[in-house]
């Protein structure tokens, strides 16, 4: 069960004893538990997207194109390469692996890396 303040953000959680908290923006500075995960450290910039978290001990840091959270461009090594047609390919530690989708977007088939026996779009 889960309990929400008077702004309805997510607040705590039955059994767990590790609170979420908000700045006065609104932007979550800290995740309480979930499955037995916590995430802390949270940054955001000025556009309230967010910038950087630690979760399980590791540090991730985020980019986003554009003012909003709507396309996420870098997770931590993870970068993320997105056309009009939605996400392309996703590039971690220089290794690429590329998304072949239907004309309808359903997906169809991955290539990861020198393993497809080319490079990614």
């Keep these: 069960m889960f309990t929400y303040n008077d702004a309805s ?9 590790t609170p979420w908290s908000y700045d006065k923006l609104g932007n979550e500075t800290a995740g309480g538990r979930v499955a037995a995960i916590a995430r802390t450290g949270e940054s955001w910039t000025d556009y309230s997207q967010l910038s950087g978290l630690t979760a399980y001990g590791t540090s991730y ?4 194109a554009g003012t909003d959270n709507s396309e996420r461009t870098k997770l931590g ?4 390469h ?4 939605g996400l392309v390919f996703t590039t ?4 690429d692996t590329g998304f072949i989708r239907e ?3 359903t997906l169809n088939s991955m290539t990861t890396g020198s393993d497809s026996g ?3 779009p």
Excluded at 61 to 64: C, I
Excluded at 92 to 95: K, L, R, S
């Design 77 to 80: 090594s993870t970068w993320f």
């Design 61 to 64: 840091d985020l980019v986003h």
């Design 9 to 17: 953000r997510l607040t705590g959680q039955t059994g767990s004893a």
């Design 118 to 120: 080319g490079s990614a």
């Design 103 to 105: 004309p309808a977007d």
């Design 92 to 95: 971690t530690n220089g290794v």
């Design 82 to 85: 997105h056309t009009a047609l």
